[in-house]
């Protein structure tokens, strides 16, 4: 079965690009696998609505942009999700990092394919 690790960044693919690997990683305010089906539907509703933005698709990696107000809400309970329907499933959600964050604060949403 293919899924999709999904990780969530306040880094633009520009700073990303430059920034060093400690950078990266501190960036990071999110990640998870997820291996059922609709795990992506909370992204493709994000996009419908407009709320945000697709920028590369092809899953190596799809990357979207939106307002951290649009995203944060959805990480917790996509992570649950993932883990019910993988008991083995581990995620890693950065709390300290996401409080950080202003409502209007661009976001980058990387999803790889995994299969």
Not at 76 to 82: L, Q, S, T
Request: aromatic content about 8%; overall charge negative.
């Amino acid at each position: 079965m293919g899924g999709w690790n999904i990780s969530i960044s306040t880094l633009t693919e520009e700073e990303k690009d430059r920034a060093d690997i400690p950078t990266i990683r501190a960036s990071q305010l999110a990640h998870w696998d997820v291996y059922r089906h609709g795990g992506l539907d909370w992204i493709d509703d994000l996009v419908a609505s407009g709320k945000a933005v697709q920028l590369a698709k092809g899953g190596y990696p799809n990357r979207y942009t939106a307002n951290a107000a649009d995203v944060l809400p959805h990480i917790e309970d996509e992570c649950v999700k993932a883990s019910e329907f993988d008991r083995s499933h581990r995620w890693t959600v950065h709390k300290e990092r996401i409080a950080a964050c202003r409502d209007d604060q661009l976001l980058t949403l990387y999803v790889w394919d995994l299969s």
